[in-house]
């Protein structure tokens, strides 16, 4: 049974950092895109960045520059750095893997206020 787990988010001040973490399960990691998606309220959720199982990586053009994905293989975990957070990031977080169909965890809530 496929499942993800999203953890690490929370509060932070503007221009603060946090990164969060994706565990999946019942799948092998290294053999799929992983991706990072956010949503804020009342719209759809929206590609914030993804990593290839060779490595390459693509960002929305928001948050080039200051966020950055990674994996672990071995962990079977997928993380997503965030850097220089802006007011503008405050939204919740989902990790996202396309296996029979898409997959997502319950998300994580990543919240940037003064």
Same mark, same amino acid.
Request: proline share 4%.
């Given at each position: 049974?496929?499942?993800?787990? *999203?953890?690490?988010?929370?509060? /932070?001040?503007?221009? +603060? #950092?946090?990164?969060?973490?994706? *565990?999946?399960? +019942?799948?092998?990691?290294?053999?799929? %895109? &992983?991706?990072?998606?956010?949503?804020?309220? +009342?719209?759809?959720? *929206?590609?914030?960045?993804?990593? *290839?199982?060779?490595?390459?990586?693509?960002?929305? %053009? #928001? =948050?080039?520059?200051?966020?950055?994905?990674?994996?672990?293989?071995?962990?079977?975990?997928?993380?997503?750095? &965030?850097?220089?957070?802006?007011? %503008? %990031?405050?939204?919740?977080?989902?990790?996202? =893997?396309?296996?029979?169909?898409?997959?997502? +965890?319950?998300?994580?809530?990543?919240? /940037?206020? #003064?």
């Amino acid at each position: 049974q496929v499942h993800l787990a *999203e953890s690490g988010g929370g509060l /932070v001040q503007p221009g +603060g #950092s946090l990164k969060l973490s994706c *565990e999946g399960s +019942g799948f092998t990691l290294s053999n799929n %895109d &992983m991706a990072w998606y956010r949503q804020y309220p +009342g719209s759809q959720r *929206e590609l914030v960045a993804l990593t *290839e199982p060779a490595g390459t990586t693509r960002y929305a %053009d #928001s =948050v080039k520059g200051r966020f950055t994905i990674s994996r672990n293989n071995a962990k079977n975990t997928v993380y997503l750095q &965030m850097n220089s957070l802006a007011p %503008d %990031d405050t939204a919740k977080y989902y990790c996202n =893997v396309i296996l029979d169909r898409p997959y997502w +965890g319950q998300g994580t809530q990543v919240t /940037v206020s #003064s």
